[in-house]
């Protein structure tokens, strides 16, 4: 990435087109959220539902002000904790800062900054903020790679930053901060809910089953073209489908800790992540490289525990309830 690439997509969001650019969690597709016609192509572009909200992106927690009206001093103590981050804050929304379109035609907006050098040069260069969700089709696998980003959208984007592989590989933690010290956690992500708990002083509800509107939540995200099913190690004979599958002949790949004994020869391809860090942060380019093997079907050990694997565990869940 070049001083020029950086310019050029300063230019291409001033003229309301759209830029994808990389975080700590996923490559975003960024948008001017001030911006109608701007948000208008965003949606049109990833084939979202229009009430559906998208994150807005600001390049410093100073910056939570100028998108946001921020009524609960929560939220602060949240941002000075988390940001740059894996964070993303459900606030008011400033009305004259982020455009209706960006929040589904809600009060609220979720604000996050990224922990993530060029996403924050490019933050810094912008008067507005960036309303990005996941560059890739809507409900498809998020892209981590400036090469999948490319690879979904294509000519769709003006300018891709390349800023190498997303260091954590899952989206942010939501959390709505509208109700004070009672936060809820609308996503899970990085940031635990044991960590917001230490700096609230309680523990936060989830409510992470889609029955209140924030990015991710549907019960089918994430999904490959692969069919993802899930393998339970508890049951009384977890590997009977992936043996049966693998006697019938089909192309199958089995994505499990390096812990996890796989009872089934003939796989196909297996992955093996050595730790639940490594396990996120290749989540969707495993998901990508079973559709580019033509795989018939992914068969994936949920990583069990709190914390980032519950985290991993929500987005399998999603992916093979397609």
């Not at 812990?259 to 998901?287: C, H, K, M, N, Q």
Request: charged residues 20%; contains cysteine.
């Amino acid at each position: 990435m070049t001083t020029d690439d950086l310019a050029a997509a300063v230019a291409a969001l001033r003229r309301d087109e759209l830029v994808a650019f990389p975080t700590e969690t996923v490559y975003g597709l960024g948008a001017r959220a001030s911006s109608p016609a701007a948000l208008r192509r965003l949606y049109a572009v990833k084939g979202r539902p229009v009430d559906h909200p998208v994150i807005v992106h600001v390049s410093s927690a100073d910056r939570l002000d100028s998108v946001a009206v921020i009524e609960h001093e929560v939220a602060y103590r949240l941002a000075a904790a988390f940001w740059p981050g894996s964070l993303t804050l459900v606030v008011a929304r400033r009305i004259d800062a982020v455009d209706a379109l960006a929040t589904g035609g809600r009060p609220t907006v979720g604000v996050r900054v990224p922990a993530h050098e060029l996403a924050l040069e490019l933050l810094a260069q912008v008067d507005d903020g960036i309303a990005a969700p996941s560059a890739n089709r809507f409900g498809r696998v998020s892209p981590t790679t400036a090469a999948a980003v490319r690879a979904d959208l294509g000519d769709d984007v003006a300018v891709v930053l390349d800023g190498g592989p997303c260091g954590v590989g899952i989206e942010s933690t939501i959390v709505d901060c509208t109700r004070g010290d009672d936060i809820r956690v609308l996503r899970l992500g990085a940031v635990t809910v044991d960590a917001l708990a230490e700096v609230v002083g309680r523990m936060p509800t989830i409510v992470d089953n889609g029955s209140v509107a924030a990015p991710g939540t549907l019960p089918s995200h994430y999904a490959p073209r692969t069919p993802v099913a899930l393998v339970g190690v508890d049951a009384i004979d977890p590997w009977h489908d992936v043996e049966a599958a693998v006697t019938a002949g089909a192309r199958i790949g089995v994505l499990a800790l390096a812990t996890v004994a796989v009872a089934v020869t003939g796989v196909t391809v297996r992955w093996s992540p050595e730790s639940i860090d490594d396990y996120a942060r290749d989540l969707y380019s495993t998901f990508r490289a079973a559709d580019t093997l033509g795989l018939d079907r992914l068969f994936v050990v949920a990583p069990l525990g709190g914390g980032l694997a519950a985290a991993v565990r929500d987005r399998v869940e999603r992916a093979a309830a397609r």
